[in-house]
């Protein structure tokens, strides 16, 4: 499998968009923090700003 790469800038910043990214969805690590994540924003909430701009997008 030849693996793609393409350079780009974002901004002023140098990224790397490539075809060869590995799976981490059960990653044990990548695990704990989405936990942690989640309980996090069901203690604070989301920002009221951010849901009302993410009501403005979802309907485009």
């Given at each position: 499998?030849?693996v793609?790469?393409?350079?780009?800038?974002?901004?002023?910043?140098?990224?790397?968009?490539?075809?060869?990214?590995?799976?981490?969805?059960?990653?044990?690590?990548?695990?704990?923090?989405?936990?942690?994540?989640?309980?996090?924003?069901?203690?604070?909430?989301?920002?009221?700003?951010?849901?009302?701009?993410?009501?403005?997008r979802?309907?485009?």
């Open positions: 499998m030849k793609k790469e393409k350079k780009i800038y974002l901004g002023q910043t140098k990224g790397t968009i490539s075809s060869n990214v590995g799976e981490y969805s059960n990653d044990p690590y990548v695990l704990k923090k989405a936990e942690q994540s989640r309980k996090t924003l069901s203690k604070a909430g989301f920002p009221a700003e951010l849901l009302k701009l993410q009501t403005e979802m309907k485009k």
